[in-house]
């Protein structure tokens, strides 16, 4: 008999065995390695992480180091991605909780859109954390995140020490679904007041779409011109911004600001057309938050001696608070490229000499 012959005759005799098995036991051979394979996987905290999408380049670090964290840990991260859609992000908040996963951690895009859900996974005793966005009215059993009033703080400090006083800007902040946007935009107007500068008009980009802060540049040229400064809600709303600008050789006439500490944001501020960008522990953030998830699953204390509270509107939820740098062409190296946050010759890659 051929190698080939005698190969085909030991699986169908194997098939046919385990067949006979099968039918003995009511099917309890693939049940039974279901079952030790579930075990296997249930032995460990299983985490359930909705992002919003992976379009804007820090949501990548956060999930590399939390899915990191987590498994150093041994718990188990199934991630899950809405692509912008809210009601996506429901069905997968909803798959979590039919999966029964221990703890869920949301990047909320809309909370109207998953109050619901929220209470179901509590309901259930799956415990919520909320993120880096807070999820108002929904009572999540922990928030963490930056100091958002903070950014927009040290986005209008940024442009007063570059000299604005008695100016006048223009903002282009993210959407309001998000509830970052309102606190960043309010610490930047307070500094915008207390130093006498006038707000021409604040547009918040739907989705956080980059090609809806450029088009409004476009389609907005008087006030642009007749603005100091453009506040951008973040760097990837700045990209567009400037690109708009260049093309109206205005670039590196106006301050601008983002957050993220982008790669290309970082060039643009060594190359003079972005005046400064907030720096966000990405890291921290994300170990912190994994951290907390295995502690917070297994009764124990949370990762941190210092936490604040915030009031959701349905509860005072615990809150941990991750503070954030300013970054401009000065600090540049001390901040972004000493932590190893960027290469330099990523951040210099255009400019010359350096
Ligand atoms: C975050 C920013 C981010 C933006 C868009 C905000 O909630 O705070 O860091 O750039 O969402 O994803």
Redesign the pocket.
């Known amino acids: 008999m051929g190698k080939r012959r005698f190969y085909i005759l030991r699986v169908i005799t194997s098939l046919l065995i385990a067949a006979f098995l099968c039918t003995c036991s009511g099917c309890s051979a693939p049940a039974m390695e279901t079952d030790s394979s579930n075990k296997e996987k249930t032995d460990k905290i299983q985490i359930g992480m909705c992002f919003?999408s992976f379009v804007?380049e820090?949501?990548q670090r956060d999930r590399d180091v939390f899915v990191s964290t987590a498994k150093e840990l041994g718990a188990e991260v199934n991630v899950q991605n809405a692509n912008g859609d809210p009601l996506k992000q429901k069905e997968q908040i909803e798959y979590f909780i039919k999966k029964g996963m221990d703890i869920i951690v949301i990047i909320s895009i809309d909370p109207e859109k998953i109050v619901d859900s929220v209470k179901k996974a509590q309901d259930e005793g799956i415990k919520v954390i909320a993120y880096?966005?807070p999820i108002t009215n929904a009572g999540a059993d922990l928030y963490i995140s930056f100091d958002?009033e903070m950014v927009g703080e040290m986005m209008g400090e940024a442009f007063v020490k570059s000299g604005l006083k008695g100016g006048k800007v223009v903002m282009i902040c993210?959407p309001l679904t998000?509830n970052?946007v309102p606190m960043v935009r309010d610490g930047f107007t307070r500094v915008m007041e207390e130093n006498d500068n006038e707000v021409l008009d604040i547009y918040y980009a739907d989705g956080?779409k980059a090609e809806a802060a450029g088009d409004y540049v476009y389609s907005n040229t008087e006030l642009i011109e007749e603005a100091d400064a453009i506040m951008c809600g973040?760097d990837?709303l700045a990209s567009r911004v400037v690109y708009a600008l260049s093309e109206k050789r205005l670039a590196g006439k106006k301050l601008v600001s983002g957050?993220?500490a982008d790669l290309e944001a970082c060039q643009r501020i060594v190359e003079g057309t972005q005046l400064m960008t907030v720096y966000?522990p990405i890291e921290k953030l994300a170990r912190t938050a994994a951290e907390a998830a295995v502690a917070m699953v297994s009764g124990e204390e949370l990762p941190v001696d210092d936490i604040d509270e915030y009031d959701d509107g349905k509860k005072i939820v615990p809150y941990l608070k991750i503070e954030t740098v300013s970054v401009s062409a000065d600090n540049m190296d001390e901040v972004i490229i000493k932590s190893g946050f960027h290469l330099e010759e990523d951040v210099y890659l255009n400019v010359p000499g350096k």
Do not use: H, L, T, V
Request: aromatic share 12%.
């Open positions: 919003d804007i820090r949501w880096d966005r958002n993210g998000d970052n956080w973040n990837d957050q993220d966000k």
